[in-house]
């Protein structure tokens, strides 16, 4: 606790006490509920002396909670307020409220803005659909880039060697749907970049068809916009609709963004 770690990939040196603070953050931001110290020492693999002293820390500063107990972790409430701070101040989520808005209403189905973060999206925005049968989407949440028409749209816009890079050569099955070959995604990676748009055939959530586009303003581009339908809606002209109108919001959001 406290020493430095020098010789990092960056040529610089990291603070050991930060870089556990923040690998602990995303262990809890990344698991849901609450957990035990030893199940988190099993995780993270830190001397389990440093590890509660480190716990007992963050519990004191809020951003970890325990539960009645005091024996059990969670994410606290920090994080949440640190998270809506950057959800409040990014330039972008700004630029395309009226946008999503105006997709939302045109498609009356739900609506999502996520960024590309490594080899996951992470959702920014979302308008829910007007029908009773629709996704939920929560902002703020992780998925796998590849099993989302987000992703898929924001991966076309890399060329094959850098996706090669980027994912591994077996991808996580979300669904029994998922593309889990990386050959196979380039392949479907090539066709994205010739027609526009990105599709998600059930690939994360059964029974849903999800359809994504990328907002080019910056190359390659790291935010999308994606439109999400119930299978049992999803009718051909409804899809068409659908496209267009995703094709000419990317359009007026590419504009909205121009500057950033």
Excluded at 221 to 239: K, N, Q, W, Y
């Amino acid at each position: 606790m406290g020493g430095v770690e020098s010789g990092t990939a960056n040529g610089g040196a990291q603070v050991k006490s930060a870089v556990r603070t923040v690998e602990l953050l995303e262990f809890f931001a990344g698991r849901p509920g609450m957990h035990t110290l030893a199940a988190v020492q099993e995780s993270v693999g830190y001397p389990k002396s440093s590890l509660y002293m480190l716990l007992r820390t963050l519990v004191d500063l809020g951003w970890i909670e325990t539960d009645a107990t005091g024996t059990r972790y969670g994410i606290g409430v920090r994080a949440l307020l640190v998270g809506t701070s950057y959800i409040d101040g990014d330039e972008v989520v700004a630029a395309a409220r009226p946008t999503l808005d105006r997709l939302a209403e045109d498609t009356t189905e739900t609506i999502h803005l996520a960024r590309l973060d490594g080899t996951d999206v992470v959702y920014l925005a979302t308008r829910q659909s007007q029908h009773y049968l629709r996704p939920f989407t929560r902002v703020g949440r992780r998925l796998p880039a590849h099993a989302t028409s987000l992703g898929k749209a924001l991966l076309a816009t890399h060329d094959d060697e850098q996706v090669r890079r980027l994912l591994p050569a077996t991808l996580e099955a979300v669904t029994e749907h998922t593309i889990t070959d990386r050959e196979r995604l380039i392949d479907e990676l090539r066709a994205i970049r010739e027609r526009g748009w990105a599709v998600d055939r059930e690939e994360n959530t059964l029974g849903l068809r999800c359809f994504g586009v990328a907002i080019p303003y910056r190359t390659p581009a790291r935010d999308a916009i994606s439109c999400s339908v119930p299978v049992a809606r999803l009718t051909p002209g409804h899809e068409q609709m659908i496209r267009d109108a995703l094709l000419d919001a990317r359009d007026r959001l590419t504009l909205a963004t121009r500057r950033l």
